[in-house]
């Protein structure tokens, strides 16, 4: 089954507003990843968070992690229009460190 | 150089056709690794290549053959596809094969199969 999901499924906001996407998975983990990726192309590496970490910020990301709650939210502050992707959060399993399975993403549209 | 490159951008082929994939980094990374994604789907794994040797292979149909001729290169390797194989394939590499590593993406190979 799925390691992570992701809430909203889409999510549509005006430029300058903050976005916040959702990440819940299964079973325990060692790192999560977010990654966005733009229509019908590559994905890029946003944020990697270790499972003994809590938060952690990047520019305009601020990812949480919650291991007792098996969660994690990305927030993206002052969104631009540059900002409408689909994001994705990648768990591993901490019994299998390769392995990383994405979530069903979240995709954000940032109207001008 | 922090770009995996990823040829053909296109791909339309037959079910009786052969054709290959082919996936380059030189970012020295020893882990490379082969996605499929259907259209609104998330990324799924299909094979691991770690220091040049196949460490994964996620019970994908023999019709998909890798192929890791150096720590460079992934090839990948399509003979006798079904139009349900018919995604966006991409290539990815990370300093090795941990998930404690980012992973960079190619822009993918868009393949239809009639």
């Known amino acids: 089954s799925q390691q992570g999901e992701e809430d909203p499924q889409a999510l549509s906001i005006q430029e300058g507003e903050n976005a916040t996407m959702n990440c819940s998975y299964k079973t325990s983990i060692n790192n999560l990843q977010w990654y966005r990726q733009n229509s019908g192309r590559g994905l890029v590496h946003l944020i990697l968070i270790r499972s003994n970490e809590r938060e952690k910020h990047s520019g305009r990301l601020r990812v949480t992690l919650d291991t007792s709650k098996k969660s994690s939210s990305l927030l993206i502050t002052a969104s631009r229009a540059a900002d409408t992707a689909s994001y994705f959060c990648?768990?591993?399993?901490?019994?299998?460190?390769?392995?990383?399975?994405f979530g069903e993403g979240t995709q954000l549209t940032v109207n001008p | 150089d922090t770009e995996v490159t990823q040829t053909p951008k296109h791909l339309v082929m037959g079910m009786t056709n052969k054709k290959s994939l082919k996936c380059e980094q030189h970012?020295?990374?020893?882990?490379m690794y082969w996605y499929k994604q259907k259209a609104k789907k998330p990324p799924e794994l299909m094979f691991v290549?770690?220091?040049?040797?196949?460490?994964i292979n996620e019970s994908v149909p023999s019709r998909f053959s890798p192929e890791c001729p150096n720590s460079s290169l992934l090839n990948l390797h399509l003979h006798a596809l079904q139009p349900e194989d018919s995604a966006l394939y991409l290539c990815?590499?990370?300093?090795?094969?941990?998930?404690?590593?980012?992973?960079?993406f190619g822009p993918g190979t868009r393949l239809t199969v009639l």
């Open positions: 290549y770690s220091y040049e040797k196949l460490s």
């Open positions: 990815a590499s990370s300093q090795s094969g941990t998930s404690y590593y980012e992973q960079f």
């Open positions: 970012m020295g990374h020893r882990a």
């Open positions: 990648a768990t591993d399993k901490e019994t299998s460190g390769s392995r990383l399975t």
